[in-house]
Protein backbone atom coordinates (compact mmCIF):
# COMPACT_ATOMS: atom_id res chain seq x y z
CA UNK A 1 0.00 0.00 0.00
CA UNK A 2 2.89 2.34 0.90
CA UNK A 3 4.56 1.67 -2.76
CA UNK A 4 1.02 2.51 -4.34
CA UNK A 5 0.42 6.02 -2.41
CA UNK A 6 4.21 6.98 -3.16
CA UNK A 7 3.91 5.96 -6.79
CA UNK A 8 0.91 7.76 -7.04
CA UNK A 9 1.96 10.80 -5.02
CA UNK A 10 4.96 10.89 -7.60
CA UNK A 11 3.18 10.21 -11.00
CA UNK A 12 0.54 12.49 -9.76
CA UNK A 13 3.10 15.32 -9.40
CA UNK A 14 4.54 14.63 -12.58
CA UNK A 15 1.39 14.77 -14.65
CA UNK A 16 -0.13 18.22 -12.41
CA UNK A 17 2.92 19.81 -13.25
CA UNK A 18 2.68 19.48 -17.13
CA UNK A 19 -0.33 20.88 -16.74
CA UNK A 20 0.63 23.57 -14.92
CA UNK A 21 3.66 24.42 -17.32
CA UNK A 22 0.39 24.85 -19.77
CA UNK A 23 -2.47 26.23 -17.75
CA UNK A 24 -4.02 27.73 -20.99
CA UNK A 25 -5.76 24.40 -22.09
CA UNK A 26 -7.42 24.68 -18.68
CA UNK A 27 -8.60 28.04 -19.53
CA UNK A 28 -9.29 27.48 -23.14
CA UNK A 29 -11.60 24.24 -22.48
CA UNK A 30 -13.73 27.14 -20.80
CA UNK A 31 -14.73 28.38 -23.50
CA UNK A 32 -17.25 26.18 -24.35
CA UNK A 33 -19.27 25.64 -21.54
CA UNK A 34 -19.33 29.75 -21.00
CA UNK A 35 -20.77 29.63 -24.32
CA UNK A 36 -23.30 26.77 -23.17
CA UNK A 37 -23.99 29.08 -20.16
CA UNK A 38 -24.79 32.14 -21.49
CA UNK A 39 -26.42 31.47 -25.07
CA UNK A 40 -28.73 28.44 -23.67
CA UNK A 41 -29.47 30.53 -20.25
CA UNK A 42 -30.69 33.36 -22.39
CA UNK A 43 -32.14 31.28 -25.33
CA UNK A 44 -34.08 28.92 -23.40
CA UNK A 45 -35.15 31.20 -20.15
CA UNK A 46 -38.38 31.23 -21.25
CA UNK A 47 -38.80 27.67 -20.57
CA UNK A 48 -39.24 28.08 -16.53
CA UNK A 49 -42.64 29.05 -17.62
CA UNK A 50 -44.09 26.16 -18.70
CA UNK A 51 -46.41 24.53 -16.00
CA UNK A 52 -44.44 21.68 -14.00
CA UNK A 53 -41.02 23.12 -14.67
CA UNK A 54 -39.92 23.56 -11.25
CA UNK A 55 -38.38 26.53 -10.76
CA UNK A 56 -38.46 30.43 -11.65
CA UNK A 57 -34.75 30.89 -13.07
CA UNK A 58 -33.61 28.55 -15.81
CA UNK A 59 -30.18 30.36 -14.85
CA UNK A 60 -30.76 28.67 -11.76
CA UNK A 61 -31.52 25.40 -13.27
CA UNK A 62 -29.10 25.12 -16.38
CA UNK A 63 -25.38 25.52 -14.10
CA UNK A 64 -25.99 22.32 -12.53
CA UNK A 65 -26.10 21.12 -16.14
CA UNK A 66 -23.51 23.06 -17.79
CA UNK A 67 -21.19 21.92 -14.63
CA UNK A 68 -21.93 18.53 -15.44
CA UNK A 69 -22.13 18.95 -19.42
CA UNK A 70 -18.29 20.67 -18.70
CA UNK A 71 -17.04 17.21 -16.88
CA UNK A 72 -18.19 14.84 -19.23
CA UNK A 73 -16.68 16.91 -22.37
CA UNK A 74 -13.56 17.60 -20.92
CA UNK A 75 -13.23 14.30 -19.75
CA UNK A 76 -14.02 12.20 -22.89
CA UNK A 77 -11.03 12.90 -24.51
CA UNK A 78 -8.49 12.16 -21.35
CA UNK A 79 -7.51 8.88 -22.97
CA UNK A 80 -5.65 10.99 -25.88
CA UNK A 81 -3.16 12.30 -22.92
CA UNK A 82 -2.30 8.17 -22.51
CA UNK A 83 -2.23 7.84 -26.63
CA UNK A 84 0.53 10.42 -25.96
CA UNK A 85 2.24 8.88 -23.69
CA UNK A 86 1.89 4.97 -25.28
CA UNK A 87 3.63 6.62 -29.29
CA UNK A 88 6.23 8.22 -26.97
CA UNK A 89 7.22 5.42 -25.33
CA UNK A 90 6.50 7.04 -21.78
CA UNK A 91 4.24 4.72 -21.31
CA UNK A 92 6.55 1.30 -21.93
CA UNK A 93 9.23 2.69 -19.61
CA UNK A 94 6.96 3.52 -16.62
CA UNK A 95 5.82 -0.11 -17.01
CA UNK A 96 9.74 -1.93 -16.94
CA UNK A 97 10.42 0.92 -13.60
CA UNK A 98 9.38 -0.47 -10.07
CA UNK A 99 5.84 1.91 -10.19
CA UNK A 100 2.91 -0.21 -9.51
CA UNK A 101 0.26 -0.11 -12.38
CA UNK A 102 -2.27 1.01 -9.94
CA UNK A 103 0.09 4.49 -9.78
CA UNK A 104 -0.44 5.56 -13.26
CA UNK A 105 -4.14 4.87 -13.38
CA UNK A 106 -4.47 6.41 -10.35
CA UNK A 107 -2.61 9.37 -10.96
CA UNK A 108 -4.15 10.01 -14.39
CA UNK A 109 -7.69 10.19 -12.58
CA UNK A 110 -6.07 12.91 -9.97
CA UNK A 111 -5.46 15.20 -12.53
CA UNK A 112 -8.42 15.00 -14.48
CA UNK A 113 -10.47 15.19 -11.18
CA UNK A 114 -8.02 18.89 -10.43
CA UNK A 115 -8.94 20.11 -13.88
CA UNK A 116 -12.85 18.95 -13.38
CA UNK A 117 -13.02 20.77 -9.87
CA UNK A 118 -11.50 24.00 -10.88
CA UNK A 119 -13.58 24.40 -14.33
CA UNK A 120 -16.50 23.61 -12.06
CA UNK A 121 -15.55 26.24 -9.90
CA UNK A 122 -15.18 28.86 -12.29
CA UNK A 123 -18.43 27.96 -14.24
CA UNK A 124 -20.49 28.45 -10.94
CA UNK A 125 -19.18 31.43 -10.22
CA UNK A 126 -19.73 32.83 -13.37
CA UNK A 127 -23.13 31.43 -12.68
CA UNK A 128 -23.20 33.46 -9.54
CA UNK A 129 -22.01 36.55 -11.33
CA UNK A 130 -24.61 36.53 -13.94
CA UNK A 131 -27.34 36.26 -11.26
CA UNK A 132 -28.10 32.40 -10.44
CA UNK A 133 -28.45 31.58 -7.01
CA UNK A 134 -27.64 28.46 -4.75
CA UNK A 135 -30.11 27.84 -2.17
CA UNK A 136 -28.00 25.06 -0.81
CA UNK A 137 -25.44 27.32 0.48
CA UNK A 138 -21.26 25.86 0.27
CA UNK A 139 -22.20 22.46 1.54
CA UNK A 140 -24.32 21.91 -2.17
CA UNK A 141 -21.73 24.22 -3.59
CA UNK A 142 -19.52 21.78 -2.69
CA UNK A 143 -21.66 18.53 -3.75
CA UNK A 144 -22.42 19.59 -7.27
CA UNK A 145 -18.95 19.87 -7.68
CA UNK A 146 -18.15 16.61 -5.65
CA UNK A 147 -20.42 15.36 -7.81
CA UNK A 148 -19.11 16.90 -11.23
CA UNK A 149 -15.34 14.92 -10.24
CA UNK A 150 -17.04 11.86 -9.78
CA UNK A 151 -19.28 11.56 -13.19
CA UNK A 152 -15.47 13.31 -15.12
CA UNK A 153 -13.93 10.38 -13.19
CA UNK A 154 -16.34 8.24 -14.60
CA UNK A 155 -15.51 9.11 -18.21
CA UNK A 156 -11.76 10.28 -17.71
CA UNK A 157 -11.18 6.54 -16.50
CA UNK A 158 -13.16 4.91 -19.39
CA UNK A 159 -11.29 7.22 -22.03
CA UNK A 160 -8.33 6.10 -20.60
CA UNK A 161 -9.31 2.40 -20.84
CA UNK A 162 -10.32 2.25 -24.10
CA UNK A 163 -7.03 4.23 -25.04
CA UNK A 164 -4.65 0.90 -23.59
CA UNK A 165 -7.15 -1.67 -25.59
CA UNK A 166 -7.93 -0.27 -29.27
CA UNK A 167 -4.53 2.58 -29.57
CA UNK A 168 -6.18 4.08 -31.92
CA UNK A 169 -6.80 7.70 -32.29
CA UNK A 170 -9.68 8.07 -34.91
CA UNK A 171 -11.74 5.29 -32.93
CA UNK A 172 -11.43 6.94 -29.45
CA UNK A 173 -12.29 10.34 -31.01
CA UNK A 174 -15.18 8.75 -33.29
CA UNK A 175 -16.65 6.99 -30.21
CA UNK A 176 -16.55 9.96 -27.79
CA UNK A 177 -18.35 12.11 -30.41
CA UNK A 178 -20.92 9.64 -30.90
CA UNK A 179 -21.88 9.23 -27.11
CA UNK A 180 -20.99 12.77 -25.62
CA UNK A 181 -24.46 14.25 -27.35
CA UNK A 182 -27.01 11.15 -26.29
CA UNK A 183 -25.26 11.54 -22.20
CA UNK A 184 -25.40 14.93 -22.41
CA UNK A 185 -29.43 15.40 -23.74
CA UNK A 186 -31.09 12.14 -22.94
CA UNK A 187 -30.32 13.60 -19.01
CA UNK A 188 -31.65 16.14 -17.03
CA UNK A 189 -29.28 18.71 -17.97
CA UNK A 190 -31.17 20.93 -19.86
CA UNK A 191 -34.70 20.15 -19.18
CA UNK A 192 -36.90 18.87 -16.32
CA UNK A 193 -37.48 15.50 -16.23
CA UNK A 194 -41.20 15.65 -16.12
CA UNK A 195 -41.50 17.54 -19.23
CA UNK A 196 -39.81 14.72 -20.91
CA UNK A 197 -41.18 11.95 -23.09
CA UNK A 198 -41.97 9.06 -21.76
CA UNK A 199 -39.17 7.44 -22.86
CA UNK A 200 -36.28 9.75 -22.53
CA UNK A 201 -37.51 9.53 -18.95
CA UNK A 202 -36.52 6.30 -18.77
CA UNK A 203 -33.04 6.63 -20.34
CA UNK A 204 -32.34 9.37 -18.08
CA UNK A 205 -33.24 7.39 -14.65
CA UNK A 206 -30.29 5.41 -15.88
CA UNK A 207 -27.81 7.27 -17.38
CA UNK A 208 -24.82 8.60 -15.01
CA UNK A 209 -25.21 11.98 -16.15
CA UNK A 210 -28.48 12.43 -14.45
CA UNK A 211 -27.00 10.92 -11.60
CA UNK A 212 -24.64 13.27 -11.09
CA UNK A 213 -27.17 16.03 -11.50
CA UNK A 214 -29.73 14.45 -9.08
CA UNK A 215 -26.97 14.61 -6.73
CA UNK A 216 -26.27 18.32 -7.45
CA UNK A 217 -29.72 19.76 -7.56
CA UNK A 218 -30.98 17.84 -4.86
CA UNK A 219 -28.37 19.33 -2.32
CA UNK A 220 -28.60 22.31 -3.83
CA UNK A 221 -32.55 23.28 -3.47
CA UNK A 222 -34.05 25.36 -0.94
CA UNK A 223 -34.93 22.89 1.41
CA UNK A 224 -31.99 20.00 0.55
CA UNK A 225 -32.79 16.68 0.13
CA UNK A 226 -29.70 14.91 1.03
CA UNK A 227 -31.78 11.48 0.84
CA UNK A 228 -31.55 11.78 -2.50
CA UNK A 229 -28.63 13.24 -3.30
CA UNK A 230 -27.04 10.24 -1.10
CA UNK A 231 -28.75 8.08 -2.95
CA UNK A 232 -27.55 9.24 -6.83
CA UNK A 233 -24.60 10.09 -5.06
CA UNK A 234 -23.73 6.30 -3.71
CA UNK A 235 -24.53 5.13 -7.24
CA UNK A 236 -22.22 7.47 -9.26
CA UNK A 237 -19.64 6.35 -6.34
CA UNK A 238 -19.85 2.81 -6.86
CA UNK A 239 -19.62 3.04 -11.12
CA UNK A 240 -16.31 5.46 -10.15
CA UNK A 241 -14.80 2.95 -8.51
CA UNK A 242 -16.10 0.29 -10.92
CA UNK A 243 -14.88 2.07 -14.14
CA UNK A 244 -11.21 2.85 -11.89
CA UNK A 245 -10.42 -0.79 -11.30
CA UNK A 246 -11.28 -1.70 -14.91
CA UNK A 247 -8.58 1.20 -15.84
CA UNK A 248 -6.07 -0.28 -13.59
CA UNK A 249 -6.82 -3.83 -15.15
CA UNK A 250 -6.38 -2.24 -18.91
CA UNK A 251 -2.93 -1.30 -17.48
CA UNK A 252 -1.81 -4.58 -16.83
CA UNK A 253 -3.35 -6.38 -20.14
CA UNK A 254 -1.34 -3.39 -21.81
CA UNK A 255 1.45 -5.09 -20.41
CA UNK A 256 1.18 -8.36 -21.02
CA UNK A 257 0.38 -7.87 -24.54
CA UNK A 258 1.96 -4.82 -25.85
Known sequence: MTALVTGT?????????ALLRNPAVLVMTLVQPMVWLFLFGELFKKV????GFGTTSYLDYIVPGVVVMNAVSLNSFAGMATMDEIERGTLDRFLVTPVRRGAIAHAGVIEQALSTAFQSI??????????AHYPGGPAGVAVLVGASVLIGVVL???????ALLVRD?????????????????????????????????????????SWALDTGRAAL????????????????????AATVALAVFSFRSYQRSR
Request: net charge negative; proline share 5%; charged share 10%.
Open 9 to 17: WWMTHRRVS
Open 48 to 51: VELP
Open 122 to 131: VIILLGWAAG
Open 156 to 162: AALSTTL
Open 169 to 209: RNTIIGLNVMLLLPLTFLSSAFMAEGLMPSWIRHVAAANPV
Open 221 to 240: ADDPDWGSAAVHGAALLALT
